[in-house]
Every structure is written in structure tokens, then in C-alpha cells.
């Protein structure tokens, strides 16, 4: 009987664990509010747990991971052009998000999860051409240190 009573508990708190998670969606378009090739909205907070959705509303499109922007231990991901990617946040820090196609052209995004424990780093990592700007602008814009 404490076997099954256990094992309820566990389930319980499972479901309950993920029933307070968000899903977020982010749009890859080739026109947004900000211009031309872009994640719309190109920052989210979010908890851990949370999931983003990665949609191609325009075609052309991808979103991953940027390497030295995602915390330490958390999962890297790489979608394919014209497919919707869902990634779970499950570390707390700053993630770097790139459409590979138009990363030099600045279609990238930031998601910050709890504390940007990681901020430092990824404030380090080096971008082609227009992505250095935005990134820099995400960062004093939504005060992520």
C-alpha cells in the first residue's frame, strides 16, 4: 500500500510541476515590428520549465542555440529551415537564439530564465555582422546583467 501511495505522490507532483509551466511563442518572420528578418518578440522571461515554441510564420527560417549563450549543463537545440522547434527551459541563465540563414544580418533573440547567471559569457560571445548590435541592445535594453 505505501508502494502505491508513493508512487501517486510522485505522479501528483510531476503533473503538478509541469501544469504550472508557460508556453511561449516566437514568431520567425521576414518583417516584424523591428525590420526585416526577425524573431518576434526577440526577448522573453521566462521560468524554468517554461517551453518555447519556435514558429515559421515566413518561410526560410530555423532557430538555434547559440554556442557560449546557453548556460552550463543546459540542452543546445537546432531546428530545420520551415520547421516549428519547441525547447524546454530547464536551466537558469541567458540562452542566445540564431536563424542560422540571417544570423549576420541580426535575426536573433534572447530568453532569460530566473537569474542571468551566465550573462557575463554570453556578453563575450562574438556575432557577425549586425548580430553584435542587437544582442548588445537586448542586453541594455532589458538590463540583463
Do not use: W
Not at 524546454?88 to 536563424?99: I, L, S
Request: aromatic share 8%; hydrophobic share 45%; proline share 4%.
Amino acid at each position: 500500500m505505501m508502494k502505491y501511495a508513493f508512487a501517486v505522490a510522485a505522479t501528483l507532483a510531476l503533473a503538478l510541476g509541469t501544469a504550472n509551466a508557460a508556453e511561449h511563442e516566437v514568431k520567425m518572420l521576414n518583417k516584424g515590428e523591428k525590420g526585416v528578418m526577425v524573431f518576434e518578440p526577440d526577448f522573453l522571461k521566462v521560468e524554468i520549465g517554461d517551453t518555447v515554441k519556435f514558429v515559421p510564420t515566413d518561410k526560410g527560417h530555423d532557430a538555434e542555440s547559440i554556442k557560449g549563450m546557453i548556460p552550463e549543463g543546459a540542452a543546445t537545440f537546432k531546428g530545420k529551415i520551415n520547421q516549428e522547434v519547441t525547447y524546454t527551459v530547464e536551466k537558469e541563465g541567458v540562452y542566445g537564439v540564431k536563424c542560422t540563414p540571417h544570423y549576420a544580418m541580426g535575426m536573433v533573440m534572447m530568453i532569460v530564465a530566473g537569474e542571468p547567471v551566465n550573462a557575463e559569457e554570453a556578453k563575450g560571445v562574438r556575432h557577425p555582422g549586425k548580430a553584435k548590435a542587437y544582442f548588445a541592445s537586448l542586453f541594455e535594453e532589458n538590463d540583463v546583467k
